[in-house]
């Protein structure tokens, strides 16, 4: 975790603060657990989509930022964020709650992903995603534990641009 704590301590709360914390973050998914690609996508106002701030994938499969995804289109993919916080899934073409993402997964090569929800003040802002191409992968405990404490930090983050907002920074 080391490129997101770089990118905190430099952190002033400011908007323009915020995405290069969420690429260092996604910097370091790909490093620390050696996966194709992490990304951080944002939920909109009512939680009835996500869209992709930030993404860094050791294969350059191209994914462009403010690629979105909907709830209409990925029904069980957002149930399963809102009631399990989190999605681990080996096989991500047969997973119940990823399988609805199936053109997504082919089009990128991604066999399986790990999900998890960055909250903030009870609130889902976010959610973080580890993705393997190429073949599957059996995410550890350890995967689970180190997606969380990145959550943890990016909930950090944004706890603490809203009191800059707040205090008029």
Request: with cysteine; proline share 2%.
């Amino acid at each position: 975790m080391r490129h997101v704590r770089a990118a905190l301590a430099l952190f002033r709360g400011r908007a323009e603060d915020l995405p290069p914390v969420f690429d260092a973050a996604c910097r370091d998914i790909v490093e620390d657990l050696g996966v194709s690609s992490g990304s951080v996508w944002f939920f909109d106002d009512d939680g009835a989509a996500i869209e992709c701030a930030a993404l860094h994938d050791s294969r350059d499969a191209h994914l462009p930022r403010g690629a979105r995804l909907n709830d209409a289109d990925a029904g069980a993919y957002f149930k399963a964020l809102r009631q399990e916080r989190r999605i681990v899934a080996e096989d991500a073409l047969t997973h119940p709650a990823t399988s609805c993402l199936h053109d997504y997964l082919t089009r990128r090569d991604v066999r399986s992903l790990l999900d998890h929800v960055v909250s903030t003040h009870g609130k889902a802002v976010a959610v973080m995603c580890c993705e393997q191409g190429g073949r599957m992968r059996r995410w550890s405990e350890q995967d689970e534990a180190y997606l969380r404490q990145m959550c943890i930090l990016l909930g950090v983050a944004f706890d603490l641009h809203c009191e800059a907002r707040r205090a008029g920074a």
